[in-house]
């Protein structure tokens, strides 16, 4: 199967997966369920799900047994972005060419929304853990995922950025910043694949070395994209880090530097996953998105 029709199979089963794991506008907390459904339900690559399933069938499981932890991962990634989106934060007013949530709604409805997604995706995955042929992997890989999405992770990550842009860290925690707020998540995806199906410790390193070259150059590449993008390729306001005086790969290397930094980070990634039984998936996708244009 071609990388292509690979990556859109699995966004069909996750798609249809995470309809059913949330709960439909019928019950008393319809404005809320209707946030959540808006923001999960309303598209995306699906790439940190679709990392997970891939490694996790890499390391010898069967896609349908891991459904329900990649869903879980897709639901805390949107619980990300909405909160991301607020005006407390990034204050953006679209994301995937529609209004952000707290637009579309309001920003307590958007509050509630992100944490009613991050609580359902550890309910979901604990139901899964309780039938999963091997529970013991099964809590490995939510205690990684929850690693990766928490203090030590993206939500690190998140209050680095913050300072940056409050100007209380200089551009040497750059790195840093991003492989918390963009690799941890790909980590959990990656790594949690790993754990999820009991693979060796040289296995889910090399899913960890994956994950972080990987998304530094998916960084980086955004950090382009925000600068010379187009908005209606994007799905999302571009400019916004110039606007709020960030600090990025762009503004400190140039964009010269950044293109050759995304070579040599894929290139780092395409190494990585060298000893796994077939690469090929991973490798066509750290290529696609190292020159993508949305």
């Known amino acids: 199967m071609m990388f292509k ?51 996790y ?44 949530c707290h637009k579309a709604f309001d920003e307590w409805t958007a509050v509630l929304a992100g944490d009613a997604l991050l609580n359902r995706a550890y309910e979901v995955m604990a139901d899964a853990a309780i039938d999963f042929p091997r529970p013991q992997d099964a809590v490995r890989a939510m205690n990684h995922i929850a690693h990766c999405a928490g203090l030590y992770g993206m939500v690190g990550g998140q209050t680095m950025d913050l300072q940056m842009e409050a100007g209380r860290l200089g551009a040497d925690n ?29 296995q889910c390193q090399a899913a960890e070395q994956y994950a972080r070259s990987f998304g530094l150059a998916f960084q980086i590449r955004d950090d382009v994209l925000d600068a010379e993008g187009s908005e209606q390729e994007l799905g999302k306001t571009i400019g916004s880090d110039e ?18 930094r995304i070579d040599a980070l894929t290139q780092e990634a395409l190494q990585a996953v060298q000893s796994f039984p077939d690469s090929a998936f991973l490798c066509e996708l750290a290529w696609w998105l190292a020159d993508r244009t949305s």
């Open 57 to 100: 069938q890499l390391c010898g499981g069967r896609a349908d047994e891991a459904l329900p932890f990649a869903c879980a991962l897709e639901m805390i990634h949107t619980y990300s972005l909405i909160h991301d989106d607020l005006p407390c934060m990034d204050d953006d007013d679209l994301r995937r060419g529609r209004a952000t």
């Open 243 to 260: 606007k709020d005086g960030k600090t990025t790969y762009l503004t400190v290397c140039g964009p010269e530097e950044c293109r050759r």
């Open 5 to 55: 029709q690979q990556l859109a199979e699995y966004a069909r089963l996750i798609e249809a997966a995470l309809d059913k794991f949330l709960p439909d506008s019928s019950m008393p907390q319809k404005r809320v369920v209707d946030a959540a459904r808006y923001s999960l339900l309303g598209g995306g690559k699906r790439l940190r799900p679709a990392l997970l399933l891939e490694f």
């Open 174 to 202: 750059l790195e840093q910043m991003v492989s918390l707020k963009t690799g941890a998540l790909l980590s959990a995806a990656c790594v949690g694949g790993c754990l999820l199906a009991g693979a060796s410790q040289e």
